[in-house]
């Protein structure tokens, strides 16, 4: 089935940095997604793509939907400690009836203030 | 407007049990999905519905299974429990299943 690389698996940084991290797949997707998870929650949705090239923002995140559309990237700027937690990113093929969301195993963020 | 309730929030079971999960997704979603997620394998996906109709099923044995109601409320049943079945159990819903899931918090199964 799809798959989805997701890296870094992990960063430790400090307040104040920026951060990237990024997914690659052998499979094109249509939609991508980033959520971000926090200790004992469920994901929530940061940021949606839907077209190739696309380059959206949400406050200091940017995500960019690659231009093959096997690849998307999630870039954070000025860290601040509560962007702590586990970032996924999530590729999905609406065709017909499908709409099955692939995710990565998550990027953990530790932000040191 | 309300999020997504998941119900219970933590549970042990022990092995050969069998346990029952709930959600109550955002009133007007009409999707609702259910994803396995473990510190090994990540977010797995389980299966989706659709007004009450199984649209998408991932790569889980037949032990796992699932219904949705005509309210859009959703149910997850896991019979002969393994302990490998210890994981955290998200429902997300969404207005028609198209990408932008709204997540619960999730129902942490612990299997003895």
């Known amino acids: 089935g799809q798959q989805l690389n997701q890296s870094p698996q992990s960063m430790f940084i400090q307040e104040g940095e920026d951060v990237s991290m990024n997914c690659t797949s052998s499979?094109?997707?249509?939609?991508w997604l980033w959520y971000k998870q926090d200790p004992g929650e469920g994901p929530v949705l940061l940021i949606a793509?839907?077209?190739?090239?696309e380059l959206t923002s949400n406050g200091r995140l940017t995500a960019q939907f690659g231009i093959t559309r096997k690849d998307s990237f999630l870039n954070i700027s000025a860290s601040i400690p509560s962007d702590v937690g586990i970032y996924f990113c999530?590729?999905?093929?609406?065709?017909?009836?499908?709409?099955?969301?692939?995710f990565g195993k998550g990027t953990l963020l530790t932000v040191n203030p | 407007k309300a999020g997504v309730t998941q119900t219970p929030r933590y549970l042990i079971k022990t092995r050969g049990q069998q346990v029952t999960l709930s959600c109550s997704p955002i009133?007007?979603?009409?999707?609702v999905s259910w994803y396995q997620q473990t510190p090994g394998q990540g977010l797995q996906f389980l299966f989706e519905?659709?007004?009450?109709?199984?649209?998408n099923k991932g790569n889980f044995p037949g032990r796992f299974s699932g219904r949705q109601f005509s309210n859009s409320r959703s149910e997850m049943n896991v019979s002969t429990l393994e302990l490998g079945d210890s994981a955290l159990y998200l429902c997300?819903?969404?207005?028609?299943?198209?990408?932008?899931?709204?997540f619960g918090e999730g129902s942490r199964l612990t299997v003895l």
């Open positions: 997300a819903s969404s207005r028609l299943g198209a990408g932008e899931l709204f």
């Open positions: 499979s094109i997707f249509n939609t």
């Open positions: 009133s007007g979603h009409r999707s």
């Open positions: 999530a590729g999905l093929n609406s065709g017909g009836s499908n709409y099955k969301l692939t």
């Open positions: 519905y659709f007004s009450e109709t199984q649209r």
């Open positions: 793509l839907y077209k190739a090239g």
